[in-house]
T-cell receptor, first 112, second 113 residues
């Protein structure tokens, strides 16, 4: 079966712009979580959606937002990009927000 | 506040020998732990997990040990293979059923042929 698909794989944006990243979970998975990975901070939890509702949010500024659609696909948006937002953004899905999360390959965002 | 810590950024072992990766945690409420393996430019892949009701879980070459009193877990890989070279993360669910995993900083394992 298809895994977690993230698009695009790579992205270069200019400081001040906004960006939208997409995640298609494994079919049947209703929970989608987002993580940011940077060399200095490791993997940091951004937020989690379950049945179109945000259930948990990490310690990130309001510039980071997300949503989930009725088909469980999810998007995250970062507005007013800063150089420090350069990171690998990972999406993970799970059937019921249990512990069996499957990660996508990530979107590498570079802010210049 | 780093609730899950991997204090060794890197580890190098010879092929065929044992690799031991360590992880410490501070929150005694954590009741489940996971290990993920990550190659460059890929997402983390689930490796093995352990519930706090156990002190050991084994899956092929991989064994995870949990010492609750010390708030310490370790991942043993025996025998180590060059293909095991990757970054290993330990993680714990932040709160029940909310999709939040708290990750350690990761340990880069290099297995030399």
């Amino acid at each position: 079966k298809a895994g977690v698909t993230q698009t695009p794989r790579y992205l270069i944006k200019t400081r001040g712009q906004q960006v939208t990243l997409s995640c298609s979970p494994i079919s049947g998975h209703r929970s989608v979580s987002w993580y940011q990975q940077t060399p200095g901070q490791g993997l940091q939890f951004l937020f989690e959606y379950f049945s179109e509702t945000q259930r948990n949010k990490g310690n990130f500024p309001g510039r980071f937002s997300g949503r989930q659609f009725s088909n469980s696909r999810s998007e995250m948006n970062v507005s007013t990009l800063e150089l420090g937002d350069s990171a690998l953004y990972l999406c993970a899905s799970s059937p019921e927000a249990a512990y069996g999360y499957t990660f996508g390959s990530g979107t590498r965002l570079t802010v210049v | 506040d780093q609730q899950v810590k991997q204090n060794s950024p890197s580890l190098s072992v010879q092929e065929g020998r044992i690799s031991i990766l360590n992880c410490d945690y501070t929150n005694s409420m954590f009741d489940y732990f996971l290990w993920y393996k990550k190659y460059p430019a890929e997402g983390p892949t689930f490796l093995i997990s352990i519930s706090s009701i156990k002190d050991k879980n084994e899956d092929g070459r991989f064994t995870v040990f949990l010492n609750k009193s010390a708030k310490h877990l370790s991942l043993h890989i025996v025998p180590s293979q060059p293909g095991d070279s990757a970054v290993y993360f330990c993680a714990a669910p932040g709160t029940s059923n909310t999709g939040k995993l708290i990750f350690g900083q990761g340990t880069t394992l290099q297995v030399k042929p």
